[in-house]
C-alpha cells in the first residue's frame, strides 16, 4: 500500500513513467497521492503511475501537471491492465503538446484493457485537463476501453488540435468488446476535424456476448452530452460510428455538431 505520498518535481524519462511509481507489480495500491510536477516519457506516461498491473488500484488521487508522452499517455495511469480499478481521482493537467505526436491519450487513462475474467472499473473520476491531440485516439477519460466499467465520469476539458485526427470521444475514443459507459457526461469541446468523434465516444464495437452486466452487447446509458462536438465523418452528439453490437439507452445530447458527409 502507498498512500498520502506526493511528488512535486519534475520527471523525464523513457518508457513507464510516473509522478509516484512508473510500472507497479500485482495488486498495487495508491491511495491518497498526488502529482503537481510536469511528467514527460514515451510509451506508458501517467501523472501518477505509468503502467498499473493485475488487479492494482489508484483511490483519491489527483493529478494538476502537464503529461505528455508518444503513446499510451493519461492524466492518471498510462495503462490500466487486468482487473485494474481508478476510483474518485482527479486530472487537472493539460495531456499532450503541440510539439509531440501522440497516440492513445485520455484525460484519466491512456489505454484500458481487461479481461473477460477481470474486467477494469474506472468509477467516479473526473478530468478538468485539456487535451492537445496529436494522433489517433483520444478520449476525455480514456483512448480505448476493453473489458472496462466507466461510471459516473465526467469530462469537461476541451480537445485541441493543430490537424485532422480520427477517433475522438468525450469520454472514451473506442469503446471495444464488453464495455460499459454508465452514467457519465461531457462537457468539453471537440474542436478538431478528422473521422469518428463522438461526445460520449468516436467509435463503438461490441459483441453478441454477455457482457458484465449479463446484457449482450457493448453498453452506453444514463449519459449525456453538452459540449459542442465537430469533425469531418461519422461524427454524433452521442457516438461517431456503432459497429457490431452496442446497447444506447436513456442517453441524450444538448451539444451542438458540426460535420462534413456524416
Request: charged share 5%.
Amino acid at each position: 500500500l502507498i498512500q498520502n505520498c506526493g511528488n512535486e518535481g519534475d520527471i523525464q524519462g523513457g518508457n513507464y513513467v510516473g509522478g509516484i511509481l512508473g510500472y507497479t507489480q500485482d495488486n498495487t495500491r495508491l491511495e491518497s497521492c498526488y502529482n503537481t510536477g510536469a511528467i514527460s516519457g514515451d510509451t506508458s506516461v501517467g501523472g501518477l503511475v505509468g503502467y498499473m498491473a493485475n488487479n492494482s488500484r489508484i483511490a483519491g488521487s489527483k493529478n494538476t501537471a502537464n503529461v505528455t508522452g508518444t503513446q499510451y499517455v493519461g492524466g492518471i495511469a498510462g495503462q490500466l491492465y487486468s482487473g485494474g480499478r481508478i476510483e474518485g481521482c482527479t486530472n487537472n493537467g493539460t495531456i499532450g503538446n503541440m510539439s509531440t505526436t501522440a497516440s492513445y491519450v485520455g484525460g484519466i487513462v491512456g489505454y484500458a484493457s481487461g479481461t473477460t475474467s477481470r474486467y477494469n472499473f474506472i468509477h467516479n473520476c473526473e478530468n478538468n485537463g485539456n487535451i492537445v491531440v496529436t494522433g489517433s485516439y483520444a478520449g476525455g477519460i480514456t483512448s480505448y476501453a476493453y473489458c472496462t466499467n466507466i461510471k459516473r465520469a465526467v469530462n469537461t476539458a476541451n480537445f485541441t488540435a493543430s490537424s485532422s485526427y480520427a477517433y475522438v470521444g468525450g469520454i472514451v475514443a473506442h469503446l471495444a468488446e464488453y464495455s460499459t459507459i454508465d452514467r457519465s457526461h461531457n462537457a468539453g469541446a471537440i474542436s478538431c476535424t478528422g473521422d469518428y468523434h463522438g461526445g460520449l465516444t468516436g467509435y463503438t464495437y461490441g459483441t453478441s456476448n454477455s457482457n458484465y452486466y449479463g446484457q449482450a452487447y457493448n453498453t452506453i446509458y444514463n449519459s449525456y452530452n453538452t459540449g459542442i462536438i465537430a469533425g469531418t465523418n461519422y461524427v454524433g452528439g452521442l457516438v461517431g460510428s456503432i459497429s457490431g453490437y452496442t446497447y444506447v439507452h436513456n442517453d441524450y445530447n444538448m451539444g451542438t455538431v458540426a460535420a462534413g458527409s456524416y
